[in-house]
Every structure is written in structure tokens, then in C-alpha cells.
């Protein structure tokens, strides 16, 4: 189809041209200096393999009325943690939908959805049609290979704010007939807006799967003068047991010795910690130790040095919609901390052993708050 992409650093590959004026000529095109996308597309050898310029490739190549779908038009509109990788690092084919067409291709590198597209379904960014988000999320955890994996998309969708629960329980109730629909209504029944990382969601869905326990996706926690003292990625709030993700960027310098100074204030106040890493057979070490804590915490004596009750000065954050309202510099101020290093790579070790799985909002008062306290 044609494209005219508006985006800098991305080329729109080109069909051949007898006489090399609109396109390489067949002769060019078979030389070095030309990459092919497609049936009779190519790029040149020089432009960069990018995920953007992947995606690009992989529509031209498809009918018009083609859209990108799934990670792909997430990736397009700026999504994080839809980065176009497997957990073993790969490239993910990149998913585009052609409606009921029938009007399949294929070719290594793309896959091709033919679910019926909705009314409204496609839209244009940059000059490239993606499908909008609710229905890039709502594929995307239809033909995940786990209900985890289904959860991890949904979740990850709402980190940047592209939806909402509500917006995907509405769009979902329209789908009909649709595969793996059933996966997707049991990731949106389980899923939570305030989740920040990956490994967080898989950690949350094993620790269920050993205790089913209400558990807050990073729930800030305050001393009793109101103050914010930390934010742990996972708090159970009734029996004072915290869960905290330890991927490798948390391995060594500065960003260890805060995990540690954490670990302690959070025992020091009362709350017992679990820590979760990544690799093989982590999972029956990590329910061994949620069981641990949840002995230390029963016999914990005294009044409870902490509260959750947010003080009036703080910005409430743990909600697509409040995040929504927020105009950009406060946005910057309050949610720019979130921006760590990557993790979700990870969940490929942690996974392998899960049974039946696929697998902060912190601020002070100083000003709008100081959110490098956040973690």
C-alpha cells in the first residue's frame, strides 16, 4: 500500500521501476545497494533496521486498508514496554490487520491478523494507519501464549496511559466470537492501572497463585505525621508484607544500596519484605519466602508505625484517569521517576518454571513533592 510517513529517519520502501526513476530498476534492486521488504519493495541497504522502520516495512508490503496492530501500533504511539523484542531478546513478528478481506501474505518477519476490523477502528499517525489502541491491546492479550502474558500487555497499555480499564471492558463487550476472547476478559478481570514494570505483574500473579491476597501495585506508605516514605511494588496491606522486584539493574552501585536502605526502613516500620529475582526455578523459592513473611508478620507486635492514608498534599497517581488529568509538567514532575531501566527481558527465566503461568507513586511535600523518593 502506499505510505507517506511524516516521521524523520524512517524511508517508505519502493516498488521497481523499469527505467530507475520512481523506484530502484530491477538490475539495481538485485545488487547490494537495496534491501528487500516485500514482493517487489525495497528500501535502501543504508536505512537503519529500526523497530519503527520494521513496522513500516511490514504495511507497505500489505493491502490498502491494512493497519499496524497489536505491540506494533502501541510501539508507533509510544508505548514503552511494546518494544518490538521477545523475552529471549528476538524480534517479534510485527502484527498488521487486514480486516475480512482475505487478503493474505505472508512473509517472514510479519503476521497477519483477519479479525473483522470495527468501525473507527484504524487511525492515521504520522502517516501510517495503526488500529487504535484499544483494539492493539485487546489483540495483543487475545493472542498471548498465557493469561500472564495477557495481563503483562494490558497492564504495560495502561503504564502509558493509552487506556483504560473501563475503555477495554467496553471495547471487549463489542467483540464477538472473537479467539482468545475468553483470555482477555480473565486478564481484564484481574489486571490493575498502577503497574510499572513487567516482572511486577508476574510477580503479583505468582505470589496469587501461592496466596490469594489483595495486593496494591505500588502503594505509597507515609509515617503518621504524613510524611511519604516509601513505595513498594507490591504492598498487602492488611498483614504488613511487601513484594519488591530485584531485576538487574538493581545489581550493583548506587541503585543497590537504595534497595537495601529501603529493605531496612520497610522492616523497621513493620513491614516484612519479599524479594523476587530472576531465573530458573525461582518460583518455589519465592513462595517459600512469601511464607516466611507472612509468619515473621503475624507476630508482630505494637502499633503500626505507618498508614497508607494519603495527607492532603499529595497527588493521587494510581489511575489512568488521574494520571489523564494531569498537564504535562505536572505529569513530568510526578511520573517522570517511573522511567527506570528495563526489565521486561527478564521474564522469560522467572516463566519457564511457573506452574500453570506464562510465566510508586512516591512523592514529598517540598513544592509539588520530590518524586526521586518514589523507590
Request: charged letters at 25%; one cysteine or more; glycine letters at 10%.
Given at each position: ?10 524511508v517508505?520502501p ?7 526513476v ?34 513500516v ?70 502517516g ?22 495477557a ?14 480499564l ?70 498487602d ?9 530485584d ?14 536502605a529501603?529493605?531496612e ?8 519484605v ?32 505507618w ?60 513544592a ?8
Amino acid at each position: 500500500m502506499e505510505l507517506r510517513i511524516n516521521r524523520s529517519g524512517l524511508v517508505v520502501p519502493t516498488r521497481t521501476d523499469p527505467r530507475g526513476v520512481t523506484g530502484p530498476s530491477p538490475r539495481q534492486a538485485r545488487g547490494a545497494s537495496w534491501t528487500r521488504v516485500g514482493r517487489g519493495l525495497y528500501r535502501p541497504a543504508g536505512v537503519a533496521d529500526t523497530v519503527a522502520q520494521r513496522i513500516v516495512d511490514a504495511v507497505a508490503a500489505m493491502p490498502e486498508g491494512s493497519a499496524a496492530t497489536g505491540w506494533a501500533a502501541l510501539h508507533w504511539l509510544g508505548a514503552r514496554w511494546s518494544d518490538g523484542m521477545a523475552a529471549d531478546s528476538s524480534p517479534r513478528p510485527v502484527p498488521v490487520a487486514v480486516g475480512d478481506r482475505h487478503a493474505r501474505r505472508r512473509r517472514p518477519g510479519v503476521v497477519v491478523s483477519e479479525d473483522w476490523l470495527l468501525p473507527g477502528d484504524v487511525m492515521l499517525v504520522d502517516g501510517l494507519p495503526v488500529t487504535i489502541p484499544v483494539r492493539s491491546v485487546t489483540y495483543e492479550a487475545r493472542v498471548a501464549d498465557g493469561e500472564t502474558s495477557a495481563l503483562v500487555a494490558i497492564e504495560m497499555a495502561m503504564y502509558d496511559d493509552l487506556v483504560s480499564l473501563a475503555e477495554l471492558r467496553a471495547y471487549t463487550a463489542r467483540l464477538v466470537s472473537r479467539p482468545g476472547k475468553r483470555r482477555l476478559e480473565a486478564a481484564l478481570d484481574a489486571a490493575e492501572e498502577n503497574v510499572w514494570s513487567p516482572m511486577e505483574t508476574v510477580m503479583r500473579r505468582a505470589w496469587q497463585e501461592h496466596r490469594n491476597r489483595q495486593l496494591r501495585c505500588n502503594q505509597p506508605v507515609f509515617d503518621l505525621a504524613g510524611n511519604h516514605l516509601v513505595t513498594p511494588d507490591l504492598l498487602d496491606v492488611e498483614a504488613g508484607v511487601a513484594g519488591e522486584y530485584d531485576g538487574s539493574v538493581h545489581d550493583s552501585g548506587r541503585r543497590r544500596s537504595r534497595d537495601l536502605a529501603r529493605e531496612e526502613l520497610m522492616r523497621r516500620l513493620g513491614i516484612e519484605v519479599v524479594i523476587m529475582v530472576a531465573g530458573r526455578g525461582e518460583q518455589p523459592r519465592l513462595h517459600h519466602r512469601i511464607s516466611g513473611a507472612y509468619e515473621r508478620a503475624g507476630r508482630t507486635t505494637g502499633p503500626r508505625l505507618w498508614t497508607i492514608e494519603q495527607p492532603r498534599w499529595w497527588v493521587d497517581t494510581s489511575t489512568v484517569s488521574r494520571r489523564r488529568d494531569l498537564d504535562p509538567i505536572l505529569r513530568e514532575h510526578w511520573l517522570g521517576h517511573r522511567r527506570t531501566g528495563r526489565i521486561g527481558r527478564e521474564i522469560a527465566c522467572f516463566a519457564t518454571d511457573s506452574s500453570g503461568t506464562t510465566a510508586t507513586s512516591g512523592r514529598s511535600r517540598a513544592a509539588y513533592g520530590d518524586p526521586a523518593r518514589a523507590r
